[in-house]
């Protein structure tokens, strides 16, 4: 059985700083390109960051020089490192594996607020 399980979320002050991470079972996400999507309430899912399997990034315009995306293959796990955190970055936040069509995680939340 696959498993994607996301940890990390929580609650931040504006500014602050969250570390996301997802470990996957089941599958070796070292095959897979890797993202992270996210949504906030009454909005669609958009994408935030991806990361191929050569470890190549592509980041949201929104996110680009805050977020990190990185992948540990030994670890089977991928991270988000969010710095300067917005209230506009309150969503739960969702990794994935083999793109949109592919496996994902159940979502943590995010909480921007003062």
């Known amino acids: 059985q696959v498993q994607l399980v996301e940890s990390g979320g929580g609650l931040v002050q504006p500014g602050g700083s969250l570390r996301l991470s997802c470990t996957a079972s089941?599958?070796?996400?070292?095959?897979?390109?890797l993202g992270w999507y996210r949504q906030a309430p009454g909005k669609q899912r958009e994408v935030v960051a991806l990361?191929?399997?050569?470890?190549?990034?592509n980041y949201a315009d929104s996110v680009k020089g805050r977020f990190t995306i990185s992948r540990d293959n030994a670890k089977n796990t991928v991270y988000l490192q969010m710095n300067s955190l917005k209230p506009g970055d309150t969503a739960v936040y969702y990794c994935?594996?083999?793109?949109?069509?592919?496996?994902w995680g159940q979502g943590t939340q995010v909480t921007v607020s003062s």
């Open positions: 089941g599958i070796r996400l070292s095959i897979y390109g």
């Open positions: 994935t594996a083999g793109g949109p069509g592919g496996y």
């Open positions: 990361i191929t399997t050569s470890g190549n990034t």
